[in-house]
């Protein structure tokens, strides 16, 4: 399928809508309600956010533009692996700014590929098979976006009774 203008200008503005909700949802958190768990799973404000930052550079950086190996910031003990500690944990600003920055990051290497790309890394056996062009990468990351957005929504309203955040 051709790369269309309109069409690569909608999927960018759905992403940008869903990262601007994680930003608005998260902003105004008192700074000890970043590191609250409210879930089973333990996901916090700060580590869903992590985990975005890393979702956009495996996808974006690692997958489409083949710069594989480890993100280029610290593994922090909120994303760090179960049972593993990070020597040098990292703040909530510094999670905000590295996700934005992540997501600038991803913007500018989509921008220099066409939609219908492949991949230059092979998408891992274990990822959804649907995944096959840098397309199909910017649609999963509006759902990966959009739901941990409606995660951190809920988060926020079981943390401090907030609700209604986002552009959307």
């Known amino acids: 399928m051709p ?9 960018l503005a759905f ?6 909700s994680v930003i608005a949802i998260v902003e105004g958190l008192a700074p000890d309600a970043v590191q609250q768990s409210v879930v089973p799973s333990r996901w916090t404000p700060l580590s869903l956010v992590e985990h975005l930052a890393r ?4 996808w974006f950086e690692a997958v489409v533009a083949g710069q594989v190996g480890p993100a280029p910031w610290s593994v ?4 760090a692996p179960q049972g593993s500690r990070a020597t040098d944990p990292l703040t909530w600003d510094d999670v905000l700014a590295i996700y934005r920055e992540q ?3 991803s913007d500018r290497v989509v921008a220099a590929r066409a939609l219908d790309a492949e ?3 092979p998408v891992p056996p274990d990822m959804p098979h649907e995944i096959h062009d840098v397309r199909t990468i910017i649609l ?3 759902e990966e976006t959009a739901r941990h957005a409606g995660h951190l929504d809920i988060a926020r309203e079981l943390i401090d009774g907030v609700t209604g955040l986002g552009p959307r």
């Open 3 to 11: 790369d269309v203008p309109a069409e690569r200008a909608a999927l």
């Open 55 to 58: 979702a956009e550079y495996f």
């Open 119 to 121: 991949p230059t890394v």
């Open 103 to 105: 997501c600038d990051r």
């Open 140 to 142: 999963h990351m509006i």
């Open 76 to 79: 922090s003990n909120h994303d």
């Open 15 to 20: 992403l940008d809508a869903q990262r601007r």
